[in-house]
């Protein structure tokens, strides 16, 4: 399904030494504009910690980010390899793009670096791309939105993943963009009921736009939604943005 970027496969031993076995532990990190969340899932996907979550630091320098991640996996025990949702582009295991987050992100290995200070093969993509990878059936055009501090995308075709697929500052309305409409600050401003009725419009336009077969919703403001939405659209709860993660050790 997802190919990111990020290390190696696992082969033989870990940089720590000791041995892979044939049942991994995945620690998943899903950092967003406001909050860091780390668990450990089985090779299933299935999870074998409580979810811990930090704030966001801010500034959120990648030097801060990865220092609050460090902290979280030092609480979830033993664990294998690691994936990492980014709330931006990621190619090969580089953020691109860090709208949310700081400038110094752009640029940044993040596997690479991440996978140095815990000693542990890291994988990492765009966060709405594991989310999805979590919850698409794999049959059709899916479309994947996330609603938090800021506004995701992942586009599935018969599962596969069209890498970065990013329509947050898509140019809409009067030169507004999703994330100006149904961003963490937009829902603050406007108010839920003016936030949803943005959320209506935007499905419909989502729709003209992919003729999508299913569109799923998550992100920690998708329990904000209060529609009657139609059958080939589903809110998903937040923590597949973690659950996900093991579709980026799936070959």
Same mark, same amino acid.
Do not use: C
């Given at each position: 399904?997802?190919?990111?970027g990020?290390?190696?496969?696992?082969?033989?031993?870990?940089?720590?030494?000791?041995?892979?076995?044939?049942?991994?532990r995945?620690?998943?990190?899903?950092?967003?504009?406001?909050?860091?969340?780390?668990?450990?899932?089985?090779?299933?996907?299935k999870?074998?910690?409580?979810?811990?979550?930090?704030?966001?630091?801010?500034?959120?320098?990648?030097?801060?980010?990865?220092?609050?991640?460090?902290?979280?996996?030092?609480?979830?025990?033993?664990?294998?390899?690691?994936?990492?949702?980014?709330p931006?582009?990621?190619?090969?295991?580089?953020?691109?793009?860090a709208? #949310?987050?700081?400038?110094? &992100? +752009? %640029?940044?290995?993040? =596997?690479?670096?991440?996978?140095?200070? !815990?000693?542990?093969? /890291? $994988?990492?993509?765009?966060?709405?791309?594991?989310?999805?990878?979590?919850?698409?059936?794999?049959?059709g055009?899916?479309?994947?939105?996330?609603?938090?501090?800021?506004?995701g995308?992942?586009?599935?075709?018969?599962?596969?993943?069209?890498?970065?697929?990013?329509?947050?500052?898509?140019l809409?309305r009067?030169?507004?963009?999703?994330?100006?409409?149904?961003?963490?600050?937009?829902?603050?401003?406007?108010g839920?009921?003016?936030?949803?009725?943005?959320?209506?419009?935007?499905?419909?336009?989502?729709?003209s736009?992919? #003729?999508?077969?299913?569109? &799923? +919703? %998550?992100?920690?403001? =998708?329990?904000?939604?209060?529609?009657? !939405?139609?059958?080939? /659209? $589903?809110?998903?709860?937040?923590?597949?943005?973690?659950?996900?993660?093991?579709?980026?050790?799936?070959?």
């Amino acid at each position: 399904m997802v190919r990111p970027g990020g290390s190696a496969r696992i082969e033989g031993r870990h940089r720590s030494g000791r041995a892979a076995g044939p049942t991994p532990r995945t620690l998943a990190v899903d950092i967003g504009g406001s909050g860091i969340k780390a668990i450990v899932l089985d090779a299933a996907g299935k999870p074998l910690t409580d979810r811990a979550r930090v704030a966001t630091p801010r500034p959120a320098t990648p030097r801060a980010v990865i220092a609050a991640i460090g902290g979280l996996a030092k609480g979830q025990g033993d664990f294998d390899r690691v994936s990492v949702g980014f709330p931006g582009v990621v190619r090969r295991g580089v953020t691109e793009t860090a709208w #949310n987050l700081h400038p110094k &992100w +752009i %640029g940044v290995d993040l =596997a690479k670096t991440l996978g140095k200070l !815990l000693r542990r093969p /890291v $994988r990492a993509a765009n966060d709405a791309d594991v989310q999805g990878s979590g919850v698409v059936a794999g049959r059709g055009v899916e479309l994947v939105i996330t609603l938090g501090t800021g506004f995701g995308s992942a586009l599935f075709v018969d599962g596969r993943l069209a890498p970065n697929l990013q329509l947050a500052h898509r140019l809409l309305r009067k030169r507004r963009t999703f994330e100006d409409d149904l961003g963490q600050e937009a829902l603050k401003k406007a108010g839920k009921k003016r936030w949803n009725r943005r959320l209506e419009r935007a499905i419909r336009d989502l729709e003209s736009m992919f #003729n999508y077969d299913a569109l &799923w +919703i %998550g992100g920690g403001n =998708a329990e904000k939604v209060h529609l009657d !939405l139609p059958d080939n /659209v $589903r809110i998903v709860p937040n923590i597949e943005g973690l659950l996900g993660g093991i579709a980026l050790w799936r070959d």
